[in-house]
């Protein structure tokens, strides 16, 4: 496995799980941070072996932003000309799934690096928030997008417009969190849940993602002919005649990933 300096890459059975270890700086996430990542992403993508993702922080920061001391110096010319962040681009190409499992702040870019996964498990410590107008700049990640689509157009704007953070509960509420967990299970539960993904029949899995995502893209009817189609073409799978056949005789399925 490659050797990064900014995050740890760990294969627990089918399931890669991802920790960002930039602990000093509350796992800021400088330019070094989104190549590792995508790295890591596109090998866990290509790797068969492993049927879900799970990316972590620390108990204190899963991460508290875009990295604002390499930011500072940097002036239009520049981040117009590198497409400063656009690099993220890969992470939301993964197409197996991956899950946020978030303690501590998730703020600015932390928490929009949360949304860019397919879902996010929280610990009652999470918070999150879009504190960039505090710096006198906006989201730069997705995130005055991916929040608004997550909470609405409201809360979305508040916080964005005040840098207000939400508890875990009012963001559980709002649907940007699938689930609270105490802090001290956090990891293994959301390695638990990506271990019941990796289980199922991953073109299953992939398909489901997809048109999950294509809910966001989409016009209601394009959205149901896309899911349409897709569930047409998964019946050319063995792994589709493997899974009825396999609970009509009450048996778990033995998946060919074909
Ligand atoms: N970038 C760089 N360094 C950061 C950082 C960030 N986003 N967030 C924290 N750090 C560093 C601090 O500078 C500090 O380093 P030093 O010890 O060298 O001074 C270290 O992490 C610990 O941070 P604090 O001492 O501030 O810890 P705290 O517990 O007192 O406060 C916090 C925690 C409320 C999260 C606070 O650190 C904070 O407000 N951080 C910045 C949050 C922020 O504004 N995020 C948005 C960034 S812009 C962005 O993300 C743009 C985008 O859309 C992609």
Request: charged residues 25%; contains cysteine; proline residues 3%.
């Given at each position: 496995m490659a050797d990064y300096e900014t995050?740890?890459?760990?294969?627990?059975?089918?399931?890669?799980?991802?920790?960002?270890?930039?602990?000093?700086?509350?796992n800021a996430l400088n330019s070094q941070v989104m190549d590792e990542l995508t790295n890591a992403l596109a090998a866990y993508d290509a790797d068969d072996s492993q049927g879900c993702a799970v990316l972590t922080g620390s108990?204190?920061?899963?991460?508290?932003?875009?990295?604002i001391k390499e930011m500072c110096e940097l002036d239009f010319a520049d981040v117009y000309n590198r497409d400063f962040f656009a690099g993220y681009d890969r992470f939301t190409a993964t197409r197996?799934?991956?899950?946020?499992?978030?303690?501590?702040?998730?703020?600015?870019?932390?928490?929009?690096?949360?949304?860019?996964?397919d879902f996010i498990l929280a610990a009652d410590t999470a918070k999150f928030g879009q504190p960039e107008i505090k710096l006198a700049v906006t989201p730069g990640m997705g995130g005055s997008q991916r929040l608004t689509r997550a909470v609405g157009k409201a809360k979305a704007m508040e916080m964005c417009l005040t840098g207000r953070m939400m508890d875990v509960h009012e963001a559980e509420r709002a649907g940007l969190v699938s689930r609270i967990l105490p802090g001290d299970e956090l990891v293994a539960e959301a390695i638990k849940t990506a271990e019941l993904i990796a289980g199922m029949a991953p073109i299953?899995?992939?398909?489901n993602k997809e048109m999950v995502n294509a809910a966001f893209?989409?016009?209601?009817?394009?959205?149901?002919?896309?899911?349409?189609r897709l569930f047409h073409g998964i019946f050319g799978t063995q792994d589709q005649t493997e899974g009825m056949a396999a609970f009509i005789e009450k048996r778990p399925g033995n998946w060919k990933g074909k």
């Amino acid at each position: 496995m490659a050797d990064y300096e900014t995050i740890l890459v760990e294969q627990r059975g089918p399931v890669t799980l991802i920790t960002l270890n930039r602990p000093k700086a509350l796992n800021a996430l400088n330019s070094q941070v989104m190549d590792e990542l995508t790295n890591a992403l596109a090998a866990y993508d290509a790797d068969d072996s492993q049927g879900c993702a799970v990316l972590t922080g620390s108990e204190k920061a899963f991460a508290a932003g875009a990295d604002i001391k390499e930011m500072c110096e940097l002036d239009f010319a520049d981040v117009y000309n590198r497409d400063f962040f656009a690099g993220y681009d890969r992470f939301t190409a993964t197409r197996k799934p991956v899950i946020a499992a978030v303690a501590g702040y998730a703020l600015g870019g932390g928490c929009e690096l949360a949304m860019m996964c397919d879902f996010i498990l929280a610990a009652d410590t999470a918070k999150f928030g879009q504190p960039e107008i505090k710096l006198a700049v906006t989201p730069g990640m997705g995130g005055s997008q991916r929040l608004t689509r997550a909470v609405g157009k409201a809360k979305a704007m508040e916080m964005c417009l005040t840098g207000r953070m939400m508890d875990v509960h009012e963001a559980e509420r709002a649907g940007l969190v699938s689930r609270i967990l105490p802090g001290d299970e956090l990891v293994a539960e959301a390695i638990k849940t990506a271990e019941l993904i990796a289980g199922m029949a991953p073109i299953a899995v992939k398909a489901n993602k997809e048109m999950v995502n294509a809910a966001f893209e989409t016009t209601l009817q394009q959205g149901v002919m896309f899911e349409r189609r897709l569930f047409h073409g998964i019946f050319g799978t063995q792994d589709q005649t493997e899974g009825m056949a396999a609970f009509i005789e009450k048996r778990p399925g033995n998946w060919k990933g074909k």
